[in-house]
């Protein structure tokens, strides 16, 4: 399978526990995205790398996210001190920056974050 | 920030029938309108997507439009089949991708009734 892939699929953690979600895209993308989506809601830009560089940050990304892209391939999402509100499914996409156009965005299947 | 609206959000139709999904955008510099369906427990899908500088892309019953002038755009499936059933997700974007990637709807839940 040459899509992107997200692990683990489901998490459920208590309250104020740390969590990590992997991201590896597909391999010849250059960017790849961290999207959150709760229950009824589309996809909300949380933040993006190009290669190794981590280029913006939403205002939804507080102090206790963080996300690293340490040699341009895979990415890691992690949360510290986990609040119920985190609870959503995190979303990873990749894409192929080409010069000033957009390309398509390709999703994995989500890790889905339950905080008791 | 460009905010996308989408209706409606949840759209019930006849199998055979046609469905129309229609969104509007905020930010006259978006030229990038893609449009995505996720069913349930996987992550979105390009289905069609369309650049500013075309008014109307086909795909076999899928098709889309674009009005720039009064920024919105229309997703339209014609001859509606039980695997449509999903959820559809508009999106715009600016030049370059933008530092926001892309801005998402709030969705539309297809019903396609058999």
């Known amino acids: 399978d040459t899509g992107v892939s997200q692990d683990p699929r489901h998490k459920i953690t208590k309250r104020g526990q740390n969590v990590t979600f992997r991201c590896d895209p597909i391999s010849e993308h250059n960017r790849l995205y961290w999207y959150r989506q709760t229950l009824g809601q589309g996809p909300e830009f949380l933040t993006y790398f190009q290669n190794e560089a981590q280029l913006e940050k939403s205002r939804l990304l507080s102090d206790r996210f963080s996300a690293e892209r340490p040699k341009g391939s895979f990415s890691t999402l992690e949360i510290q001190r986990t609040e119920q509100g985190d609870s959503a499914m995190y979303l990873c996409a990749s894409t192929a920056q080409r010069r000033s156009n957009t390309g398509e965005l390709f999703f994995g299947e989500g890790s889905r974050l339950t905080v008791l | 920030g460009e905010n996308v609206e989408q209706h409606p959000s949840t759209l019930s139709v006849q199998e055979g029938d046609s469905a129309v999904i229609k969104c509007t955008y905020s930010?006259?510099?978006?030229?990038?309108f893609p449009w995505y369906k996720q069913e349930l427990g996987k992550g979105p899908q390009l289905i069609i997507d369309?650049?500013?500088?075309?008014g109307e892309k086909k795909d076999q019953r899928i098709a889309v439009t674009l009005n720039k002038t009064a920024k919105h755009f229309s997703l339209h499936i014609t001859e509606t089949q039980p695997e449509d059933s999903a959820v559809y997700f508009c999106?715009?974007?600016?030049?370059?991708?933008?530092?926001?990637?892309?801005?998402f709807g709030k969705g539309t839940h297809l019903i396609i009734q058999p």
């Open positions: 369309i650049r500013s500088n075309v």
């Open positions: 930010d006259s510099a978006s030229n990038y």
């Open positions: 999106a715009a974007s600016m030049p370059g991708g933008g530092a926001d990637g892309l801005t």
